[in-house]
């Protein structure tokens, strides 16, 4: 995932604005509330502004922007209709989901890898 962090002048006090690049959102993302995109197309990673205290560490907003990241896949694919409320980094609704994904998508990757074999071998 590729971003653009701005600090604004008010930083630590104002959160620093995370804007994805790849993937970018679409713009009708940003009229729906579903997709956690702000109007000028960077990521709404809180619930309220006294979530962000000035102490906080960009890194915590950067593993906010990964969880992001992955529900924006899900979402795109169809798999879930919208994202968590505070983020599958503190939420674990996903959790069993993303178990079930990722044992498929190995599970998908052996036999590819099964029938390759098979198939340099004759």
Same mark, same amino acid.
């Given at each position: ?59 915590? #907003?950067?593993?906010? %922007? &990964?969880?992001?990241?992955? =529900?924006?896949?899900?979402? +795109?694919?169809?798999?879930?209709? $919208? ?14 989901? #993303?178990?079930?994904? %990722? &044992?498929?998508?190995?599970? =998908?990757?052996?036999?590819? +890898?099964?029938?390759?074999?098979? $198939?340099?071998?004759?």
């Amino acid at each position: 995932m590729q971003i653009v962090v701005v600090y604004g002048h008010a930083y630590p006090m104002v959160p620093p604005a995370i804007f994805p690049l790849d993937p970018e959102p679409p713009v009708s993302a940003r009229t729906d509330q579903r997709w956690h995109v702000m109007g000028d197309g960077s990521l709404c990673l809180f619930q309220d502004d006294a979530t962000w205290t000035g102490r906080d560490s960009l890194v915590e #907003l950067l593993l906010k %922007a &990964a969880g992001w990241r992955v =529900e924006f896949e899900l979402m +795109s694919r169809g798999v879930i209709e $919208a994202m968590t409320i505070n983020g599958i980094v503190e939420d674990s609704h996903f959790d069993r989901l #993303l178990a079930e994904l %990722a &044992a498929a998508s190995t599970q =998908e990757g052996a036999t590819t +890898s099964a029938a390759g074999e098979v $198939a340099g071998a004759s």
